[in-house]
């Protein structure tokens, strides 16, 4: 974890350190398909959330291929941030999302092998803006392919504070 990590996620509420990083919660657009979070007693799903921002896809292809480490790092920093904004709405309040587990999918070459290091940019984000409550176990995947051809998609687990 950076030294910024640990600095920012100490001091004051997570809607602060959120507004600090210079971020906002996007605003999800309905799916008839599916809903964007479902709670079973205490747990809270996040269904898988792409890199949008305002309604459009922030990238498409390959890691390893067509999309560079740094750049697919972004695009899971952006997913992250629409998976805190599906948990937002199941708890009403960033300040009582606590993130159980993240699933990082990410598409690339079969060589590729860093997966991790792209799933560690949208952790990153987490503990940055919750603090302990956004330390969580994790599981970064490499896939052949992704819904519209997106290098990354998240899922989650949360559970309200």
Known sequence: MSGRVASVAQTGS???RLQALGL????LRENPYYAHHRSVDSSI???GQLPYKEGWLLGQGVVGRDVELETAQELARHAALNALAAA???VGDLDRVRIVQMLVFVA???????QS???NAASEL???????NGRHARTAIGVAGL????????QMVCTAV
């Open 24 to 27: 906002t919660l996007p605003e």
């Open 108 to 114: 690339s070459t079969p060589d590729f092998g860093m």
């Open 126 to 132: 987490l503990i940055e803006v919750l603090g302990e």
């Open 147 to 154: 819904p519209l051809n997106s290098p990354v998609e998240i």
């Open 88 to 90: 937002v709405q199941a």
């Open 117 to 119: 290091q792209v799933a």
């Open 45 to 47: 799903y996040i269904s």
């Open 14 to 16: 997570a809607s602060g």
